[in-house]
C-alpha cells in the first residue's frame, strides 16, 4: 500500500470515529482509537487531517451553588484533591448542578467513582431538595459491599451537612470528606464532568419534552460510563477499565 493510500485509509477511519461518537471526539481522543484499532499514527497528523476535513469537536458551562450557610456538621477536606483511587468503590465525589430546560430550572445531583471516573447512579428534578441527594445516595448504596472502604466527598452543600445525611453514611462506615468553603477545586472532578456533560450532551441536543431529555440523558451516561474512552484510562472507557482491572486481580 503506497502513501496515498495509507493517508486516504487513515482519512477513512478518523471519519468513522468522529462520526460514531456524533462529533464528541478531539484529535487526541480520535488517536486513541486509532490506537485502539491498530493503527500507529502520529498524533500532530490525526490534528492536520481533522483540521483540513473541518472536523472540530464542538464541545464547556453555570455552576449551582448549595451552600447555605452552617446548617449542620462541615468535615474536613479528607481527599485534599487525591482524585486518583487504586479501586472501585474506594472514593466517590458527588454534587449538583443547575440548568434552565423550557423555561423552568432542572437539577442534576450525580456520584462519580473517582477509581474510572464512571458515574455510578444520579437523580433529577425541578427542585434541589434533600430527597434528591436522599435517593442519590440510597441508590448508590445498591453498589456497595461490605468489603469496600468507602470515601465520598462534596462540597459544603447544605444536603451533605444534614444530620440524616451525616449519619447515613455513618451507618454504612463511609468516611466523609467536604471542600474548603468556596474552593471548586476541591471537587474539580466534579466540575470537569459537569462541563463535560453540558457541552457534549445538553448544549448539543434539542428535547421534545422533559420525558424525551431523562430518555436522551439515559442514554448519554451510559454512552459516558461504557464507550467514552479516557486518555487517563489508557484509552478505556470506564466500564471496561474496571472490568480489567477486575480480570487482572
Known sequence: MNETDRDEEIRAEIHEIFEEHDGLYGYRRVHMELRNRNYLINPKKVYRIMREDNLKCEVRARKYYSYGGKVGTVSDNVLNRAFTAENPNEKWAT?????????????????QDLFNGEIITYTWGYRPTYALVET?????????????????????????QMP???????????????SRKGNCHDNAVMENFFGIFKAEFLYRKSFENMKDFERQMDKYIHYYNT??????????SPANYRQQTIEAA
Open 95 to 111: 454534587d449538583i448542578t443547575e440548568f434552565k430546560l423550557f423555561g423552568q430550572k432542572v437539577y442534576l445531583s450525580p456520584v
Open 136 to 160: 442519590m445516595l440510597e441508590n448508590a448504596f445498591e453498589h456497595v459491599s461490605e468489603s469496600d472502604d468507602l470515601l465520598l466527598h462534596s462540597d459544603q452543600g447544605w444536603h451533605y
Open 164 to 178: 440524616q445525611f451525616v449519619r447515613r453514611l455513618q451507618r454504612e462506615g463511609v468516611v466523609q470528606s467536604m
Open 227 to 236: 464507550r467514552r474512552i479516557k486518555a487517563r484510562l489508557n484509552g478505556k
